[in-house]
C-alpha cells in the first residue's frame, strides 16, 4: 500500500486465543465492516448478530447495556446521550396523539415540562397529581385511558416516596404502563416491583466523577424491542468514548453509594437537630412522614436530601454563599457534595396551590452528599447556618 492508503487501513492487531485485557477497549469506531455484502444485508434483516453503525448498537455501549439490565433486573437496556434524553426518547417511542399521561407535581422539572409543553404539542394529554395522591391517580385512571403513568421515587428535591407497589398495581389494572425515573434510588433498588420501565440518568451516580452525561433505558425485551426502532431514528445515541466512563464509574458504584448514604444520613440526623432548620426531608429519618414506607420499599435511602431553612431568602443566599465544601450547582450523586437553592430547583411552571402541593417553599434547600469526610462537610452546614442566620 502507499503511505496515504496505509494511514488510512492502518495493522490490525488480534489478540491471540485466551488472551484478553482485563478492561474492555472502548470501540470507538461509528462503522463496523462484515466479510462480505451478503453477510451485511443477513445482519440488516436481523439474521446476523453483529455491529454495523454506532448510532444503532455499538459493543462498548452494548456492554454498559447489559450490565445495566441486568443491576436493575430486567432483559435489555439502551443507553442514550443524557439522562433527559432517554426520558424523551422513551416517551416518544411509547405515546401517541390522543394518548392520556399521568405525571406529578413532584418531578424533575425539565421532564415535567417534557410531557406539559413538548408532548403536549403531539396531540399527547396529561393529567399532573401529586405522587402522594393515590385517590385521584385511581380517579383520572378510572376517567380516562391512559397509556401511561410517569413517576419518580425518592421525588427531586423533598424525596417524597411514590409507593410503587400501588402505583404499577392501579396502573396495570387500567392497562397502563408504568414508567419509573430510579435516578435518585439507583439501579439497584425497586426491581423487584412490576415498573415497566426504568429510566436513569447516569450523568449522577453511574459515573460517579461528573465528567460524562448519559442516559438508559431499562425494560423487558419486547418493549425495548418496540423502542428500538424509534430510538435509532431519534438518534440521541451514548458516544462510545462515554460508555466507558460509564462502565468505569460502575466499578466503584456500590461502595460509592453506600458510603454517600451513610454520609447524608449523619447529615440529616445533624440537621434535624439544629434550630434553623424546621424541617429535613430525608426518607431514613424516622420523622419523614412516609419513612415507613421507604424502609419497605428501599434498602438505602438515597444520598440526597433537602431541608426548609427559617428566615428570608436573603438568608437562603447567605447560606449558599457561606458554603465552602458544596458546589452551589446542579446534578447530584457525584463525588463531591453540592447545594441547590430554591430558585434554582427549576419549579417556575408551577402555579400557587401546586407549589403549596409540592412542599416546596422559599426555604428549601437541596443537598447531595458526596465522598468528603462527615465531619468537615457538617462543620461547613454549621458554619454556613451561623452566617445564615448573621
Ligand atoms: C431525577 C432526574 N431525572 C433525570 C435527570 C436528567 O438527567 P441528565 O442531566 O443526565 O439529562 C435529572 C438531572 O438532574 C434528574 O435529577
Not at 5 to 20: A, C, D, I, M
Not at 238 to 255: E, N, Q, S, V, W
Not at 301 to 306: A, E, F, P, R
Not at 333 to 354: F, I, K, M, N, Y
Amino acid at each position: 500500500m502507499k503511505k496515504p492508503t496505509r494511514v488510512n487501513h492502518p495493522p490490525t492487531v488480534e489478540l491471540p486465543p485466551g488472551n484478553h485485557p482485563l478492561v474492555a477497549p472502548i470501540y470507538q469506531s461509528v462503522k463496523f465492516e462484515f466479510a462480505s455484502a451478503a453477510e451485511t444485508e443477513e445482519h440488516l434483516r436481523g439474521e446476523r448478530p453483529g455491529f454495523y453503525y454506532s448510532r444503532a448498537s455499538n459493543p462498548t455501549n452494548r456492554q454498559l447495556e447489559q450490565l445495566l439490565a441486568e443491576l436493575q433486573e430486567r432483559d435489555d437496556c439502551l443507553v442514550t446521550a443524557s439522562g433527559l434524553g432517554a426520558i424523551a426518547q422513551t416517551l416518544l417511542a411509547l405515546t401517541r396523539a390522543g394518548d392520556h399521561i399521568l405525571c406529578f407535581i413532584e418531578s424533575y422539572s425539565p421532564s415535567r415540562r417534557l410531557i406539559r409543553q413538548l408532548l403536549a404539542r403531539f396531540g399527547v394529554a396529561y393529567t399532573l397529581l401529586s405522587i402522594l395522591d393515590l385517590a385521584g391517580v385511581e380517579r383520572a385512571l378510572a376517567a380516562r385511558p391512559t397509556r401511561l403513568l410517569f413517576f419518580e421515587s425518592p421525588t427531586n428535591p423533598v424525596t417524597r416516596i411514590a409507593d410503587i407497589e400501588a402505583l404499577t398495581r392501579l396502573a396495570h389494572a387500567a392497562g397502563a404502563l408504568s414508567v419509573l425515573d430510579n435516578t435518585f434510588a439507583g439501579f439497584h433498588q425497586h426491581g423487584r416491583f412490576a415498573v415497566d420501565v426504568f429510566v436513569h440518568s447516569l450523568t449522577k451516580y453511574a459515573s460517579g466523577a461528573g465528567d460524562v452525561m448519559g442516559g438508559a433505558v431499562i425494560a423487558r425485551a419486547e418493549l425495548i424491542r418496540a423502542m428500538r426502532a424509534d430510538f435509532g431514528v431519534l438518534g440521541g445515541t451514548l458516544d462510545p468514548h462515554a460508555a466507558f466512563l460509564i462502565l468505569r464509574g460502575m466499578k466503584t458504584y456500590f461502595i460509592r453509594y453506600h458510603a454517600q448514604c451513610a454520609s447524608a444520613a449523619r447529615i440529616a440526623e445533624w440537621l434535624n437537630g439544629q434550630p434553623a432548620v424546621a424541617r429535613v426531608h430525608y426518607p431514613g429519618l424516622p420523622s419523614h412522614p412516609q419513612h415507613a414506607l421507604a424502609a419497605r420499599q428501599m434498602q438505602d435511602y438515597g444520598t440526597i436530601l433537602s431541608f426548609d431553612l427559617r428566615g428570608e431568602a436573603a438568608a437562603v443566599r447567605r447560606f449558599a454563599d457561606a458554603l465552602e465544601l458544596f458546589a452551589l450547582t446542579a446534578s447530584l450523586g457525584s463525588t463531591e457534595s453540592l447545594v441547590v437553592t430554591p430558585p434554582l430547583l427549576g419549579h417556575r411552571d408551577l402555579d400557587a396551590e401546586q407549589l403549596r402541593i409540592s412542599g416546596i417553599t422559599a426555604g428549601t434547600i437541596r443537598l447531595s452528599i458526596g465522598l468528603e469526610d462527615t465531619d468537615e462537610l457538617i462543620a461547613d452546614l454549621a458554619r454556613a447556618l451561623l452566617a445564615a442566620a448573621s
